[in-house]
C-alpha cells in the first residue's frame, strides 16, 4: 500500500492526500515500513558512489571512500534520517493547534514522510556522486516537497484554506533548519567522532 501511495503522491498528489487521510496508520508503522525504506535509498545509493565510483565536483578526478568509513557514516546517516523526520513532525504537532488544525501526531507524520519522499528518491543521485548533478536532483525534489507540503496540510492537517498557506510556511521553514542542521552535523560527525578515510580513485 505504501508504494501505491508512493506512486499517487508523485502522479497526483492532491487525489492522494484524500485517499491517505482516509487510512490510519500507526507511529509504528510508518517508521517501520514507510520511513526505514525511504531512509535507506540515500544511504545504501551514497554508500555505493562513493566507495566504487568515487566523488567528483566537476566529473574530474575521483576520490573514493574507505569501505569500513563509509559504512559507519551511512549508518549514521541512515539514522539521522529517522530523528530528522520525527523531529519535524513533532514540531508539526506542536504547530498546529495554532492554525486551527486538527490532527494526530500519526497524521503529521504521514505529512512529513509524503513531503519527504521526492527527496529520498533523490537520494538515488547519490549512485553518481558528482557536485553538480545531485545538487540539480535535490533542487528539483525539494522544488517538488514544497509543492506536496502546500497541497497536503490542508488535507492532513484540516486547517482551512485561508490558514494552510502561512501554516505549511512555517513547516517549510522547520523543515529546512533541520536540513541544514542535519548537513551541519554530518559535516562535524565526520570531521570529529566519524573521520572519513579517503583512498585514490
Keep these: ?9 508523485l502522479y497526483h498528489p492532491k487525489k492522494e492526500w484524500e485517499v491517505i ?33 568515487g566523488w567528483s565536483i566537476a566529473g574530474g578526478e575521483f576520490i573514493k571512500l574507505n569501505s569500513s568509513s563509509a559504512i559507519i557514516a551511512a549508518i549514521a546517516f541512515y539514522f539521522a534520517m529517522w530523528i530528522a523526520v520525527g523531529l519535524i513532525a513533532y ?10 488544525g486538527n490532527a494526530s501526531y500519526e497524521d503529521c507524520l504521514l505529512l512529513t514522510t509524503f513531503t519527504a519522499t ?7 543521485s547519490g549512485l553518481y556522486p558528482m557536485l553538480w548533478l545531485n545538487v540539480m536532483v535535490v533542487l528539483a525534489a525539494l522544488t517538488y516537497s ?7 496540510v490542508p488535507v492532513i492537517m484540516q486547517i482551512p484554506e485561508d490558514r494552510a498557506f502561512l501554516f505549511a510556511t512555517s513547516v517549510l521553514t522547520v523543515g529546512l533548519c533541520v536540513l541544514v542542521g542535519l548537513m551541519a552535523s554530518t559535516v562535524i560527525l565526520w570531521s570529529t567522532v566519524i573521520p572519513l578515510n579517503y583512498i585514490s580513485g
Excluded: D
Aim: aromatic content about 14%; charged content about 10%.
Design 21 to 53: 487521510k482516509n487510512e490510519h496508520y500507526s507511529a509504528t508503522h510508518v517508521f517501520i515500513a514507510q520511513i526505514s525504506i525511504l531512509a535507506a535509498i540515500p544511504a545504501i545509493s551514497l554508500f555505493i558512489g562513493t566507495t566504487q565510483i
Design 118 to 124: 521526492p527527496m529520498f528518491l533523490a537520494g538515488l
Design 146 to 152: 514544497i509543492y506536496l507540503l502546500y497541497t497536503g
Design 91 to 100: 514540531a508539526i504537532r506542536w504547530m498546529e493547534k495554532t492554525y486551527g
Design 1 to 9: 500500500m505504501f508504494i501505491h501511495h508512493m506512486m499517487g503522491i
